[in-house]
């Protein structure tokens, strides 16, 4: 039958805690920048498994700061 595309395609286990998203950004901004990056860090991009999760973190970080600064505007409003 026809079904939609999304159904088709595994989903991998992913760890989305916040430590996790703070580190794989960090990775990525020392990347980015060109600083050389150790072996542990490495092993860390290589689970990761490639750059569009590391955007996605990116993303999510931007996205959670943005909440974060609302609710602290909103809060001091009120205040």
Request: charged residues 20%; hydrophobic residues 45%; negative net charge.
């Amino acid at each position: 039958g026809v079904g939609h595309f999304a159904r088709d395609y595994t989903i991998r286990p992913r760890r989305r805690d916040a430590a996790y998203l703070q580190i794989q950004l960090l990775i990525a901004q020392k990347e980015e920048a060109g600083i050389q990056l150790q072996a542990e860090e490495y092993d860390l991009m290589a689970a990761a498994a490639d750059l569009n999760e590391i955007e996605e973190v990116n993303a999510n970080c931007i996205l959670m700061a943005n909440c974060i600064l609302m609710a602290n505007l909103q809060q001091a409003s009120s205040s």
